[in-house]
T-cell receptor, first 110, second 115 residues
Framework: QKEVEQNSGPLSVPEGAIASLNCTYSDRGSQSFFWYRQYSGKSPELIMFIYSNGDKEDGRFTAQLNKASQYVSLLIRDSQPSDSATYLCAFPSNDYKLSFGAGTTVTVRA | NAGVMQNPRHLVRRRGQEARLRCSPMKGHSHVYWYRQLPEEGLKFMVYLQKENIIDESGMPKERFSAEFPKEGPSILRIQQVVRGDSAAYFC?????????????FGPGTRLTVT
């Protein structure tokens, strides 16, 4: 079983809609989770991190964590063409090593 | 405050040649991590270094790959006798502390193409 699995893409949403991205992880001991955005040909950029069960909102982004189900999601509200990118979820597999999912590519149609 | 710097940004090597990738961490950061991203895949951890020390190289292929972070100068990821399967984007990240947190910053990456 892979450490981190993301819902397969690509995901295409119309402008203004909600994009929903999901990620499951295998390590029950994981305490923190990260969402990175990666534009084509660019480096990953951290956009959200979450440590506690529940929701965390930052602007148009909401991260949701359910440790019992080993599930973390990212919602992008009012999607904009500039949100078109690949989104990677990640968690620390130890104190310093990040394990990444394969990513979900999102395309926002104008 | 300059971010993490990597060079070259693009590197083309023929099979059998050596590739040297450089990473200068952010000012004040003494912890460097190298990740590799193969096409259509997520990033995979390769190695974690502090100044003059390799802390964890569990993600590095056993042969042909080596890394260093000297007391002075950038961290170097070295790939000897490159093969086509080494073609990937190599990202370096740095942090001020030896813990994964929102403080781990990624450089722009080096895209290696082996012909």
């Amino acid at each position: 079983q892979k450490e981190v699995e993301q819902n397969s893409g690509p995901l295409s949403v119309p402008e203004g809609a909600i994009a929903s991205l999901n990620c499951t992880y295998s390590d029950r001991g994981s305490q923190s989770f990260f969402w990175y955005r990666q534009y084509s040909g660019k480096s990953p950029e951290l956009i959200m991190f979450i440590y506690s069960n529940g929701d965390k909102e930052d602007g148009r982004f909401t991260a949701q964590l359910n440790k019992a189900s080993q599930y973390v999601s990212l919602l992008i509200r009012d999607s904009q063409p500039s949100d078109s990118a690949t989104y990677l979820c990640a968690f620390p597999s130890n104190d310093y090593k990040l394990s990444f999912g394969a990513g979900t590519t999102v395309t926002v149609r104008a | 405050n300059a971010g993490v710097m990597q060079n070259p940004r693009h590197l083309v090597r023929r099979r059998g040649q050596e590739a040297r990738l450089r990473c200068s961490p952010m000012k004040g950061h003494s912890h460097v991590y190298w990740y590799r991203q193969l096409p259509e895949e997520g990033l995979k951890f390769m190695v974690y270094l502090q100044k003059e020390n390799i802390i964890d190289e569990s993600g590095m292929p056993k042969e042909r790959f080596s890394a260093e972070f000297p007391k002075e100068g950038p961290s170097i990821l070295r790939i000897q006798q490159v093969v086509r399967g080494d073609s990937a984007a190599y990202f370096c990240a740095s942090s001020p502390l030896n813990r994964v947190s929102e403080e781990q910053y990624f450089g722009p990456g080096t895209r290696l193409t082996v012909t």
